[in-house]
T-cell receptor
Framework: GDSVTQMEGPVTLSEEAFLTINCTYT??????LFWYVQYPGEGLQLLLK?????DKGSNKGFEATYRKETTSFHLEKGSVQVSDSAVYFC??????????????FGTGTRLLVSP | DGGITQSPKYLFRKEGQNVTLSCEQN?????MYWYRQDPGQGLRLIYY???????QKGDIAEGYSVSREKKESFPLTVTSAQKNPTAFYLC?????????????FGPGTRLTVL
């Protein structure tokens, strides 16, 4: 079945450092790919998404490019802030029919940014 | 403001008791979902509903039950048959966005079995 693999955390960075969180996937079709962010004690928020190969999703300085040839969707940010400290989830969508989107999640990567 | 509300935020129950978690959305979304989150395991799908009065089991439905009597409400009951119910529970809803669904999540309920 479909699956998502993320790098294990925590990822510990100093403020203004460059961030990469790796994500690779296995899927039989042509899924959409997502990055969600979860701040402590809260639900998930959609950070960015890409729906087809070579699409680049971007939001709040974060970017990820849908690479079909390497089945990857790595998350990057040029300069992280303390407020970016959170858990980041990579996910893909598997469509079971009209109106239904099953999301398959990675295990999450915790990012800790120090001043 | 439109969104998804879950209540309560924290819930404690004794072993052997059933407990119901609330999920309400005012986004006019047709589909709703329940996920369970455990440390280091990501999110796993418990139940989902595409339309009122219809729902299907997800990957880990054993020990849980749901109902979908209204479009805006999708309560989850954790029964005494659930062997390890302590977890963080997330509700989500979705609507088509340019042919691709996008799920929106509630703030979650943390359930602890004492």
């Amino acid at each position: 079945g479909d699956s998502v693999t993320q790098m294990e955390g925590p990822v510990t960075l100093s403020e203004e450092a460059f961030l990469t969180i790796n994500c690779t996937y296995t899927a039989t079709g042509y899924p959409s790919l997502f990055w969600y962010v979860q701040y402590p004690g809260e639900g998930l928020q959609l950070l960015l998404k890409a729906t087809k190969a070579d699409d680049k999703g971007s939001n709040k300085g974060f970017e990820a490019t849908y690479r079909k040839e390497t089945t990857s969707f790595h998350l990057e940010k040029g300069s992280v802030q303390v407020s970016d400290s959170a858990v980041y989830f990579c996910a893909l969508s598997d469509f079971g029919g009209t109106g239904f989107q099953k999301l398959v999640f990675g295990t999450g990567t915790r990012l800790l940014v120090s001043p | 403001d439109g969104g998804i509300t879950q209540s309560p935020k924290y819930l404690f129950r004794k072993e052997g008791q059933n407990v119901t978690l609330s999920c309400e959305q005012n986004l006019n979304h047709d589909a709703m979902y329940w996920y369970r989150q455990d440390p280091g395991q990501g999110l796993r799908l418990i139940y989902y509903s595409q339309i009122v009065n219809d729902f299907q089991k997800g990957d880990i439905a054993e020990g849980y039950s749901v109902s979908r009597e209204k479009k805006e409400s999708f309560p989850l009951t954790v029964t005494s048959a659930q062997k390890n119910p302590t977890a963080f529970y997330l509700c989500a809803s979705s609507i088509w966005v340019r042919g691709r669904n996008e799920q929106f999540f509630g703030p979650g309920t943390r359930l602890t079995v004492l």
